[in-house]
């Protein structure tokens, strides 16, 4: 097997490093990739963003026979699409499922068609009616751009004129939906699927805030632990009776169905589950630590995904997370996440072992072989343990030991999990 990775983010880094304990590099292609991936697998400069047939002419000449599609852009471009008219196997959806996560109002009618139990909405396109019923609203509500925003299109507040701001803003390109606002915690639940089995694998948490204790702006993401304690073996149930099982069946009936991964956000409110919003991919930075802690090797589960044998994974325990706990930890360039510092020499690097990982997002080598940052978020460094302190203990150990000018991180990913 020949496999091709599409994405240059740590949440690539960490599917590339998986596809590495079985596959070595002559078989391993990442696309554009980064820094960290350059040991583990070939990288190969095209966008896999913007054309989708540099992709598949990286597949003939490379000979790769499967891809594994990270991030959202490709998938609501149609790169399955395009590669399942090549002939080419691939993780993820095609183009009109990739709508449950490119537009949310897609998504929410999805719900509403299927009796997901979800946030009720309103759907606005045109500004005076926004504004109208903004007037109308008392207390805090959420405000959601339809189209895809890296993780920072929702913004909840009680601020009409803030709401109004936001809102007006978005309305210049795109719709918005108005949601109530739930309370209660957040979980993050991804599902495997191979068009006739699907696996529930054990839910994560991420840490969206910028400030410690949730407070600040959104982000894509400051860090994510897996498994979540307080999700038991009954809430996991009631969250597959409740959500997945409509989910699946949903996707079945209204023609969505593929092969690869639903992610789905959880709030856990008072009168169960209720579903934020969903990804058709893995979630970044949830994945690093869900795969840290997942026995599987990846070329199987692939394998499995293509053969439609998810279930003969599951039953030889492939996804059983005994006495496995991840959390990993986001370490940013200055002024993330408004407009942040880039190209930063890294002075110090913590040294990769079994039970600690160093992805990286945002990284370069320049032409001295000296490496730099690029992004905003520019690496997830990741524990893994018997238990999540264990887990935090060694993740934190290791991300007072990378270094480099402006960088920062909260210091309390995970912490509230903590018996």
């Known amino acids: 097997m020949?496999?091709?990775?599409?994405?240059?983010?740590?949440?690539?880094?960490?599917?590339?490093?998986?596809?590495?304990?079985?596959?070595?590099?002559?078989?391993?292609?990442?696309?554009?990739?980064?820094?960290?991936?350059?040991?583990?697998?070939?990288?190969?400069?095209?966008?896999?963003?913007?054309?989708?047939?540099?992709?598949?002419?990286?597949?003939?000449?490379?000979?790769?026979?499967?891809?594994?599609?990270?991030?959202?852009?490709?998938?609501?471009?149609?790169?399955?699409?395009?590669?399942?008219?090549?002939?080419?196997?691939?993780?993820?959806?095609?183009?009109?499922?990739?709508?449950?996560?490119?537009?949310?109002?897609?998504?929410?009618?999805?719900?509403?068609?299927?009796?997901?139990?979800?946030?009720?909405?309103?759907?606005?396109?045109?500004?005076?009616?926004?504004?109208?019923?903004?007037?109308?609203?008392?207390?805090?509500?959420?405000?959601?751009?339809?189209?895809?925003?890296?993780?920072?299109?929702?913004?909840?507040?009680?601020?009409?004129?803030?709401?109004?701001?936001?809102?007006?803003?978005?309305?210049?390109?795109?719709?918005?939906?108005?949601?109530?606002?739930?309370?209660?915690?957040?979980?993050?639940?991804?599902?495997l699927m191979d068009g006739k089995h699907y696996v529930m694998l054990p839910p994560c948490a991420d840490f969206k805030k910028a400030g410690e204790g949730d407070t600040g702006l959104n982000t894509g993401g400051m860090g994510a632990v897996c498994p979540v304690p307080c999700i038991t073996p009954e809430l996991k149930s009631e969250i597959d009776s409740a959500i997945v099982k409509p989910v699946m069946a949903g996707l079945k009936k209204d023609g969505l169905s593929y092969k690869g991964l639903i992610y789905i956000g959880l709030m856990m409110t008072e009168s169960g589950p209720k579903v934020l919003e969903f990804n058709v991919r893995f979630g970044d930075p949830e994945t690093q630590p869900l795969l840290m802690g997942m026995p599987c090797h990846f070329e199987f589960l692939a394998n499995a995904v293509k053969d439609q044998k998810l279930d003969e994974l599951e039953t030889e325990g492939a996804f059983d997370f005994t006495g496995r706990a991840a959390v990993g930890v986001v370490v940013a360039s200055e002024g993330y996440p408004g407009p942040y510092r880039k190209d930063c020499g890294v002075t110090s690097l913590p040294v990769n072992r079994s039970d600690l990982m160093v992805f990286h997002a945002g990284t370069v080598r320049d032409e001295e072989g000296v490496l730099r940052t690029t992004g905003g978020r520019c690496f997830t460094v990741t524990g893994l343990g018997e238990t999540l302190q264990e887990a935090a203990d060694k993740a934190y150990a290791a991300v007072r030991e990378l270094q480099f000018p402006g960088c920062w991180y909260r210091k309390d990913i995970g912490k509230k999990f903590f018996g």
């Open 2 to 191: 020949k496999v091709l990775v599409l994405g240059s983010g740590a949440r690539e880094h960490a599917i590339v490093w998986k596809f590495s304990r079985t596959l070595g590099k002559e078989s391993l292609f990442a696309a554009p990739g980064n820094a960290g991936m350059s040991d583990l697998a070939t990288l190969i400069n095209i966008n896999p963003d913007k054309d989708n047939g540099a992709v598949v002419e990286a597949c003939r000449q490379n000979g790769i026979d499967f891809v594994f599609v990270g991030p959202e852009i490709p998938l609501a471009n149609g790169v399955v699409d395009e590669l399942a008219k090549a002939g080419i196997a691939a993780f993820g959806p095609h183009r009109e499922a990739a709508r449950l996560e490119s537009s949310k109002v897609f998504s929410k009618q999805f719900m509403n068609r299927n009796g997901i139990p979800t946030a009720e909405a309103r759907e606005f396109q045109h500004e005076e009616e926004f504004r109208r019923y903004i007037e109308t609203v008392s207390g805090k509500v959420v405000v959601k751009k339809s189209g895809l925003a890296a993780g920072k299109g929702v913004f909840e507040s009680s601020d009409k004129a803030a709401l109004l701001e936001f809102g007006i803003e978005v309305l210049k390109t795109d719709k918005l939906l108005v949601e109530e606002f739930l309370t209660g915690y957040e979980v993050s639940v991804f599902v």
